[in-house]
């Protein structure tokens, strides 16, 4: 029983008998004119199928004797001549494990059929390629039988609360493969950093990324890197890639592999002429101070949200003691003071989504308690913007953020990412060898 096969006998024992779940992929999108985007599935899809093929949808009938249908597209020999082979019905019972398959111009009229006499109906098409037509599909029993027939009146019912909270515990595949895209980037990393200097674009060392994931078999980035120079580091989602890496100013590089789906999300900051400044090194060994006090109670039954805190807490005193806020421990906390210069929140969830599904409060609306095999990134950061006038010169410019890849085990945590040079001596040793 392969892994997919897996999944959905866990979801049919969750379920009962009165429930069908429909999940529609993605579709193909045009970059311009005749030339597509590479295409990627729908997660939730590949999670229960393991189907690649654009315009497909999964019906799956919890303890029905033919519990797997799928919807795909028809086989076509000019079609796949020019875009490849497609799996087509046969291919997907064959290859895929669907107990019954059809063509995907069929939806419309087949469909409403495999609801049978279901009344829950679970639904998850997040980009909406069926909005229009869900609640007719649900109504068409009721609307198209004779009167003195039983009529079956439907629930339509999110399906995402389930999956997206099922895929935030990870299974061994799912950590082996975050594992590889970790490595991979762990990899690419060092040699980005290893061939930093003055004078190279930032787009040269975005390429060198692509190139050193290639060799680990990783065709794709999880996300667009942002490899940012300078006061480029304090857009947090900076994608030009297009400047010129200055002497005596910090690279920020925030960049993850992805394999066969799943994502690796990593980020270090350092000297583009490979030696901190003093005004850089203190920043960073606060950020990295911050990172590392985080990491340390990382285990399961710990808080979600006591990572941030602590990485709050470290931060703001640092800063205090730097003279960047000018307040007392008490009022920045209870005024937010630091979020002036820390920004954002110190992490998310990780998986086939680089800022992966799933809640991150329980039922009652608490936070989260960790669990064993949840991956995770934690990633503090201090961003000094230019013209923020009202501290030292020295500080104005420096944005620093250290991001590493957790794996929440039995009694702890482990460092996924920890292989790319965190300390300032292992950094400026490295990029001086």
Not at 110 to 139: C, F, G, M
Not at 159 to 168: A, C, G
Not at 306 to 326: A, F, P, R, S, W
Not at 356 to 361: E, Q, S
């Amino acid at each position: 029983m392969n892994i997919f096969q897996q999944r959905r006998e866990r979801l049919y024992q969750d379920f009962d008998q009165q429930s069908v779940i429909i999940i529609v992929g993605n579709t193909q999108k045009v970059r311009s004119k005749n030339i597509k985007y590479h295409f990627r599935p729908d997660n939730d899809l590949f999670y229960y199928t393991g189907f690649e093929e654009p315009n497909a949808v999964a019906v799956l009938r919890p303890h029905h004797k033919e519990p797997f249908a799928m919807f795909v597209r028809g086989k076509d020999v000019a079609a796949e001549v020019s875009f490849g082979e497609r799996a087509g019905e046969l291919g997907v019972q064959e290859k895929f494990g669907a107990d019954i398959a059809y063509d995907i111009e069929k939806v419309y009229t087949v469909l409403p059929h495999l609801l049978e006499e279901r009344t829950k109906v679970y639904y998850l098409d997040e980009q909406e390629e069926y909005a229009n037509n869900i609640l007719s599909w649900i109504a068409h029993q009721r609307r198209n039988t004779g009167f003195d027939v039983i009529k079956h009146y439907r629930q339509l019912l999110p399906f995402q609360p389930y999956i997206h909270n099922q895929r935030v515990i990870k299974d061994e595949v799912e950590i082996s493969r975050i594992r590889h895209a970790v490595e991979a980037s762990v990899h690419a990393h060092k040699q980005v950093m290893k061939k930093c200097r003055p004078g190279m674009n930032e787009g040269q060392l975005a390429a060198l990324f692509d190139f050193e994931i290639a060799s680990f078999g990783c065709k794709e980035v999880s996300y667009p890197s942002i490899v940012a120079g300078g006061r480029n580091g304090c857009c947090l989602h900076y994608e030009n890639n297009n400047c010129e890496l200055n002497n005596g100013e910090m690279l920020l590089i925030d960049a993850g592999a992805e394999y066969q789906y799943y994502c690796a999300d990593i980020t270090r900051t350092y000297p583009i002429n490979g030696k901190f400044s003093d005004a850089q090194k203190t920043i960073y060994q606060l950020v990295l101070l911050a990172l590392d006090s985080a990491i340390s109670n990382i285990k399961p039954g710990v808080s979600w949200n006591g990572i941030y805190q602590t990485c709050v807490e470290v931060m703001t005193k640092g800063l205090i003691e730097l003279g960047i806020l000018k307040c007392s421990f008490e009022q920045a906390i209870a005024s937010e003071a630091y979020r002036k210069f820390t920004v954002h929140k110190t992490g998310h969830w990780l998986g086939m989504d680089v800022h992966d599904v799933g809640a991150y409060h329980d039922a009652k609306g608490e936070w989260r308690l960790l669990q064993e095999n949840m991956v995770f990134t934690v990633e503090p950061g201090i961003y000094i913007p230019e013209d923020c006038l009202d501290v030292e010169e020295k500080w104005r410019g420096i944005a620093v953020r250290i991001e590493d890849d957790i794996l929440v085990t039995a009694d702890g945590c482990e460092n996924l990412s920890s292989g790319v040079p965190r300390t300032v001596e292992e950094i400026e040793a490295w990029m001086a060898d």
